[in-house]
């Protein structure tokens, strides 16, 4: 008896253990890149919601077993790559994973130089790279402004708070005294303009000389025109060996800007809405008196004018930076295409309003962009783009003679009512301006009308199964017009002590930057172990800057016209400056374990005292993936 039990307690073990083996699911598949169907070892593989896994041979295979399961969800990653999710059950055969490329991962393309590209992975130079979604995650006034913190070795200023003006950029640091510190901004292949044009408030406020390269009216850097919706990446050169392919222009870094491009589909119609305000984050904080302690600091004469006030307590901080401006930004895209023709067309619109009152920026703009593919081996590009942007900034950067508003509210007790009655503002005793009189009638205004175009034709010369030889030319226009007004009534408190009351500055400039490139790139491939890369090419460009400002004095009371004053001022900079420049660079990829880059520029330009002789950069760099070992 005690045999027979024992015989079927053991086959019952065995049918159970049977059942429990039958229950586990066997996956088995294998990695690729979709791209190129080349297998992706050491690709993550796991089982949603588990922690069973594996990674991917040299082969791109893999094998997993997940026990008790009739089906399961396999997640494959790698670090460059979009996360795929694949559904498997007891039927699903081998799986076959294809793994699609991501932007800001090892394997994004990056560009090297003015006709060269290479994976992140093979780069052996320091740049940076910020894509549109990170770009425009929060929301930022300017392009300048939304760069900040985006990468390492940028630094980003803003010395006022007034909407759309003042950002300074440093990429690689202080490298000259006299000359500008910006980087150079690359849009489309198109090198624009970065200028810093200075209103002429300075002109009232003393703080800075007509010229000064660091004017203290913190004028707005011509990069805050552009549309950050309409960017599809920004590559930064930071290294000087990636820098050194465009010149002397390059000594502070050059910032790429691509944008967004069609595709083939039907259309996509993008809209995106903002809403958004600007209060004071932290006050300073204002000292409060009383009737002995406003004696003591300010003389007996105060007691009386503490009296009058009833020893009220008034918050200039709050009564000057208290409002709260209101943001407004749309923006409308489409993209699409056919197999032959792309194209992108968006618009913008926003508004924006400071946290002083009659101070705001606005900015409308438009922009098209079209590809369209001759033939097999030709193709052409046409990139525009058309802006206008206006400004109110009042007058709030750095002065000598205490008018702007936060040196006047410095030297304003909270005491003293200096607040207007019945369209009245009584004169400041204690400085020589009242600072919401200025507010309310002095007028710094800035209006910028925009156009940026450029064609690219791309001509593949040569494709053979080794050799490869490509030609594009590749022409830009950067053309805007801009006109700053500046107003200071003869009413106003520090106007009417002045020996000629009443200031009307109008500041007008018209600038042209324009540039033609010329390049040849081969590719060469020596067997599965060796690519060459020779690139060469032209650049031809040209700066054209006329910037005319009047200052008038002793205005006619109402009269806004430079004519119609006592004296008038004239001060004009006329800027013609012309490029030549050619460069030659090799780059040489060793079984993808070593990569070598070599190359040099020569230029030559007006602005050089013997405009015949030619200044040389030249680059190299090195680079081993380990990894590949």
Known sequence: MKSRLSSMVALLLIAVTGSLVAQDLDIAGRVYVQSTNEPLAGANIRIKGTYVGTTSDAGGGFRLQVREAGDATVIVSYLGYKTVESYVTRTSGALSIGMEEDV???????????????????????????????????????????????????SISQNTGAPGGGIYIDLRGVSTIEGSTQPLFVIDGVIISNSEIQSGIDLVTKAAGAGSRRPQGQPASRIADINPYDIENIEVLKGASAAAIYGAKATNGVVIITTKRGGTGEARVEINQLVGMNNLLRKIGTRKFTRQTAI???????????????????????????????????????????????????????????????????????????????????????????????????????????????????????????????????????????????????????????????????????RTNEQLLDFSAQAGVDYFTLENKVLSPPELQFERNSSL????????????????????????????????????????????????LNEARGLIVTQTNVDQAAS????????????????????????????????????????????????????????VRLSKF
Do not use: C
């Open 296 to 462: 003591d600091t300010y003389g007996a004469a105060y007691g009386p004018i503490f009296d009058q006030n009833g020893g009220r307590f008034i918050d200039y901080e709050e009564e000057m930076y208290g409002e709260t401006g209101m943001i407004y930004e749309t923006t409308v895209s489409t993209r699409g295409g056919t197999e032959s023709t792309h194209y992108f067309v968006s618009g913008v619109s926003r508004t924006e309003d400071g946290i002083i009152q009659n101070t705001g920026y606005s900015r409308y703009g438009g922009r098209l962009n079209l590809n369209h593919r001759i033939t097999d081996r030709a193709n052409v590009s046409l990139f525009t783009n058309f802006l206008r942007t206006e400004s109110n900034r009042a007058i709030t950067g750095n002065d000598n003679t205490n008018t702007t508003l936060g040196f006047s509210l410095a030297f304003t007790p909270s005491f003293l009512n200096i607040l207007p009655k019945n369209g009245v503002y009584p004169d400041h005793t204690l400085n020589p301006s009242n600072p919401f009189h200025t507010r309310d009638v002095l007028k710094n205004t800035e209006q910028v009308n925009r156009s940026i175009a450029a064609v690219q034709l791309t001509w593949n010369l040569l």
């Open 568 to 623: 008038v001022n004239a001060l004009q900079e006329v800027t013609i400056q012309r490029d030549w420049g050619f460069f030659v660079q090799e780059e040489v990829n060793l079984s993808d374990q070593y990569f070598l880059t070599a190359g040099v520029r020569g230029d030559r330009s007006s602005t050089v005292g013997d405009t015949k002789s030619m200044l040389f950069f030249p680059k190299g760099s090195a680079s």
């Open 104 to 154: 800001l991962k090892t394997s994004e393309v990056v560009v090297t130089g003015l006709a060269s590209s290479v994976k992140r992975e093979n780069l052996a130079n320091a740049v940076a790279t910020v894509s549109a979604k990170e770009l425009v995650g929060a929301p930022a006034q300017t392009l300048d402004q939304a760069l900040a913190g985006k990468f390492a070795g940028i």
């Open 501 to 548: 009351p009443g200031a009307s500055v109008v500041q007008q400039t018209s600038n042209t930057n324009s540039n033609l490139y010329l390049n040849l790139v081969h590719n060469y491939t020596s067997g599965p172990s060796a690519t060459f890369r020779t690139s060469a090419g032209l650049q031809f460009e040209a700066l054209d800057r006329n910037s005319v």
